[in-house]
């Protein structure tokens, strides 16, 4: 009790921090950034510059404004079609609106999706799982076959064509009204003579997991991870391959978050840090220089990160 009461404590101070400052972080849905109206994609603009998927940049290409729709496109108030124009830096050269994508081309000022290039991964293991689950379901339903005891040519011996016809719909009907269950599962009916053969040959699809398997390999190539971090499944791995496929991955986290720390937390700590010594909260040491006249030193920080856990945290 006394541990949450002062987490919770800490928990409200912090809040009573937060509300003595300005300065605020909102994300914003990406398909609210796009052409607003009286613009075309590739414009030229007046300073020189052309604008791009909602972005207006400057003659060296680099953004300097984001158009940003009022609403999301899906919303019901999405017809107004308002938009609203967010510099990228305010006149203190301080950052306004930030977005953060990981360019994969020269000149590129939009972000793509890291699952764009497996659409068709995806839909490949969606038919092939599809595929199979029918299959399976439709071997479970079919659990067992009525036949008739006379061949067709014993009925047709002593039954006229039209007593046939009526005997057959008289049997098509008492079993439509009557239908034979097994343990839940309806019976398959045939026609006198006819007999179903169930396919009990090994099928093909029997090699499911290891050709589903071989498709989440792909994805985990895509998103910088092996497969078995993916899926969670550990039945495969030894300590060694699962070390070595680990270290892999911090590679390819490490490098995503120092990309999301240039790119976001670390704009966002300077105008915080700005606010701060504007508002006096901070108060500069004799002798020394401005924020504004010398912000790198003011700003450097570094962000700490969780450390590599352990099986066995005593060893």
């Known amino acids: 009790t006394h541990y949450f009461e002062a987490a919770l404590l800490i928990t409200l101070l912090g809040f009573v921090a937060m509300a003595w400052f300005a300065t605020r972080f909102g994300l914003v849905d990406p ?33 300097v404004q984001y158009w940003l729709r009022d609403s999301h496109p899906g919303d019901v108030s999405a017809w107004r079609d308002d938009y609203t124009a967010w510099p990228r830096w305010d006149r203190q050269g301080l950052p306004v609106t930030l977005h953060d994508f990981k360019p994969e081309r020269a000149g590129q000022v939009r972000g793509a999706s890291e699952f764009a ?24 339903l079919i ?16 039954l006229t064509v039209k007593q046939q016809t009526e005997l057959e719909e008289g049997r098509l009907s008492h079993y439509e009204k009557n239908p034979a269950v097994l343990g839940g599962v309806r019976a398959l009916l045939l026609k006198p003579g006819d007999k179903a053969v169930l396919n009990a040959s090994p099928r093909a699809g029997r090699g499911f997991g290891e050709f589903e398997g071989s498709l989440i390999g792909k994805i985990g190539a895509q998103l910088g991870m092996t497969r078995d971090q993916l899926t969670g499944d550990l039945s495969r791995v030894n ?49 020394a220089p401005s924020f504004e006249a010398d912000p790198e030193s003011y700003s450097a920080h570094a962000w700490l990160t969780p450390g590599l856990g352990h099986v066995d945290p005593v060893k």
């Open 117 to 140: 290039p497996l659409i068709r991964v995806f839909r490949q293991l969606g038919r092939y799982s599809d595929a199979e689950l029918d299959a399976a379901i439709i071997n479970a």
């Open 239 to 287: 300590y060694s391959s699962g070390r070595l496929g680990l270290l892999g991955t911090r590679q390819w986290l490490r490098a995503r978050r120092s990309d999301y720390v240039r790119n976001v937390t670390a704009p966002f700590y300077l105008v915080w840090l700005a606010e701060a010594f504007d508002a006096g909260y901070l108060q500069i040491p004799d002798g």
């Open 31 to 63: 398909d609210r950034l796009a052409v607003p109206s009286g613009r075309t994609n590739g414009q030229r603009l007046p300073d020189g510059g052309r604008h791009w998927s909602g972005i207006d940049c400057d003659p060296d290409g680099a953004p």
């Open 143 to 158: 659990a067992a076959t009525i036949e008739t005891a006379e061949s067709p040519a014993q009925i047709a011996d002593r």
